[in-house]
């Protein structure tokens, strides 16, 4: 079976690509960009990622362009649903290529992370494959979170602060500092 993984970043990968390797699949990544910011942070876990996908022969689809307006218009005065937006428009786009591609499936290593909608973007997932007609995989890849971490500390690979939007850039720093009253 062929399929292909959208891949948020590097440490969030390892787990996902071990399970479906271990499935017996043919996995390729797909690393999508327009909603990390800002853009030096897109290269850094672009890069990251790049070099993680070498040392393990893991073919790698990295997109091109960086439509950083298009995802705020996407986004703006509607801020708070802003993850449904954005798990949308990843899942289609990866849905899209994996169709283009002759993929026999598509999913996501944010089905990995602990900090993201699990159940939305299972949903979401499954609703676009309906739609574009590739069937969508899930898995509940959170059962490896620990696993995952420890060997991406192992590795010493770079370890992102946020999700990826300057919102939650915001979220991360902004609100911490003022949780914490300093200045
Ligand atoms: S917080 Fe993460 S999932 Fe939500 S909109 Fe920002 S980048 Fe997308």
């Known amino acids: 079976m062929k399929i292909l993984l959208h891949i948020c970043c590097g440490p969030c990968s390892i787990y996902p690509i071990e399970v479906l390797k271990n499935d017996g699949m043919d996995v390729t990544g797909y690393y999508y960009r327009h909603n990390i910011h800002p853009y030096s942070e897109c290269l850094k876990r672009q890069k990251t990622l790049k070099k993680y996908s070498e040392s393990i022969g893991l073919k790698l689809i990295i997109q091109e362009g960086y439509e950083l ?40 290593t944010l089905l990995f992370s602990k900090f993201q909608k699990h159940e939305m973007i299972k949903s979401i997932g499954e609703a676009v494959g309906k739609s574009v007609g590739i069937r969508f995989y899930y898995h509940d890849f959170r059962e490896g979170w620990k696993e995952g971490v420890e060997e991406s500390k192992y590795l010493k690979m770079y370890r992102q602060q946020y999700c990826g939007c300057i ?13 914490d009253g300093s200045e």
């Not at 801020?79 to 994996?98: D, F, P």
């Not at 915001?170 to 500092?177: A, L, N, P, T």
């Open 167 to 179: 919102y939650s850039e915001k979220e991360r720093f902004y609100k911490s500092e003022q949780r």
């Open 69 to 108: 307006e298009a995802f705020l218009r996407n986004v703006i005065f509607r801020e708070n649903e802003r993850c449904s937006l954005c798990y949308h428009e990843r899942l289609k786009s990866t849905a899209m290529i994996a169709k283009r591609g002759k993929f026999d499936l598509f999913s996501s």
